[in-house]
């Protein structure tokens, strides 16, 4: 079965931590550009951090810059994202996705990923 599961997500504080898991079976994430992005209720889902398919480069939405961090495992089929001080306006269902097609370079449009996982929850309470 083709599929990105994410893990991770709870309940936190303002100003605590949480690390997001996006592990792929039935799939390699290897040569692959991903992405995390995150939806609030009547909210559309935005971009908020994705990796080049070779590690080499990361990229953050303006405002967890500084807050957030991805990575990836390729070796675990696994991607992360770190996220420190966390603030109330991240609360969000948080997706990871993969493109479609591998050593392309990552995007910022949800339009442009083509698998995606079932999001994970992440609350914070001010």
């Known amino acids: 079965q083709v599929q990105l599961v994410e893990s991770g997500g709870g309940l936190v504080q303002a100003g605590g931590s949480l690390r997001l898991s996006c592990a792929a079976s039935g799939l390699t994430l290897r040569s692959y550009a991903m992405g995390w992005f995150r939806q609030s209720p009547g909210k559309e889902r935005e971009f908020v951090a994705a990796?080049?398919?070779?590690?080499?480069?990361?990229y953050y939405a303006d405002f967890v810059k500084g807050r957030f961090t991805i990575s990836r495992d390729d070796a675990k089929n696994t991607v992360y994202l770190q996220m420190n001080s966390l603030k109330a306006e991240d609360t969000a269902l948080y997706y990871c996705?993969?493109?479609?097609?591998?050593?392309?370079?990552?995007?910022?449009?949800?339009?442009?990923?083509?698998?995606w996982g079932q999001g994970t929850q992440v609350t914070v309470s001010s």
């Open positions: 996705a993969r493109r479609s097609n591998a050593y392309i370079a990552v995007s910022y449009g949800a339009d442009s990923y083509y698998y």
């Open positions: 990796i080049s398919w070779n590690n080499d480069h990361t």
